[in-house]
């Protein structure tokens, strides 16, 4: 079992930078894929980035390909999500979730989840 905690969220400006953090418990951490995943109210939640296990796929939104990055640290059990150049219609809870299969971009492949960390952008 896995459990996941984000951290870094916060308030920034547009065209700002913002640094989220997945901490995960568990030694088998390195076998699962990772996804970020955002959710803003009353909107269904989406796909934004994930790495498969080794760190040698990735994947990105269509909306944040080129601003963000996904970065996976397995010897410290840790995968961020780099943001930079923020837009007005990135604001949302931002999730990280754990696949022991090989990830991707449907939300429901996702075996576990964090409680989720809130980034606002002002304009």
């Known amino acids: 079992q896995v459990q996941l905690v984000e951290s870094g969220g916060g308030l920034v400006q547009a065209g700002g930078s913002l640094r989220l953090s997945c901490a995960a418990s568990?030694?088998?951490?390195?076998?699962?894929?990772i996804g970020w995943f955002r959710q803003a109210p009353g909107k269904e939640r989406r796909f934004v980035a994930y790495?498969?296990?080794?760190?040698?796929?990735?994947s990105y939104a269509d909306s944040v390909k080129g601003r963000f990055t996904i970065p996976r640290d397995n010897a410290k059990n840790t995968v961020a999500l780099q943001m930079k150049s923020l837009k007005p219609e990135d604001p949302a809870i931002y999730y990280c979730?754990?696949?022991?299969?090989?990830?991707?971009?449907?939300?429901?492949?996702?075996?576990?989840w964090g409680q989720g960390t809130q980034v606002t952008v002002s304009s």
């Open positions: 568990g030694r088998t951490f390195s076998s699962y894929a």
């Open positions: 979730a754990a696949d022991r299969g090989g990830g991707g971009r449907y939300y429901k492949d996702y075996d576990y």
């Open positions: 790495i498969n296990w080794s760190g040698g796929r990735t």
